[in-house]
């Protein structure tokens, strides 16, 4: 029986899902932000407090190999390390935000931005795309007669 063993299982089999949650995570951990699905997203979350968490509590060379079992790039691992430790030094958990996005247009289904707290990526540039696209798309063309 599968009394309380929920995981969500992401639609695919286990170790599909693994390893795409291990490439996710280590997206968040280089770029800072990435945009999915939002169930994937919460998946996610959970697995990038975690690694900081890790990188926060213990001993360095312990703390390195157990990051190393959650991402694949050591450029991801170095930066919790020596980059996102400090960031959140006065910070106990919720390191990271599920920010709800919208709908994707193919399918519809639910998007949302992981995004690291007091990361340093502008939201405001990527809003400014959104908008210089909509106002190109709305523009009317002259009609010759």
């Known amino acids: 029986m599968r009394h309380q063993n929920h995981s969500k299982r992401l639609a695919r089999k286990p170790y599909q899902s693994r ?23 919460q998946v996610i979350k ?13 001993k ?3 703390a390195i190999r157990r ?6 790039d050591d ?11 400090k960031r959140y030094a006065n910070r106990t958990s919720g390191f990271s935000r599920v920010v709800p996005v919208g709908t994707r247009g193919g399918d519809g289904a639910l998007l949302a931005d992981l995004i690291l707290i007091d990361a340093a990526v502008p939201v405001e540039i990527e809003e400014k795309k959104v908008a210089a696209v909509s106002t190109k798309k709305t523009s009317s063309k002259k009609i010759s007669e």
């Open 46 to 58: 959970g697995v990038v407090d975690r690694v900081i968490t890790i990188g926060k509590g213990e």
């Open 19 to 41: 390893l795409m949650v291990k490439n996710m995570v280590t997206s968040v951990l280089l770029y800072e932000r990435i945009r999915t699905t939002k169930k994937r997203a």
């Open 67 to 72: 990051i190393n079992q959650y991402v694949f």
């Open 75 to 85: 450029n991801a691992c170095r930066k919790v390390m020596e980059v996102l430790i």
């Open 60 to 62: 360095k060379d312990v």
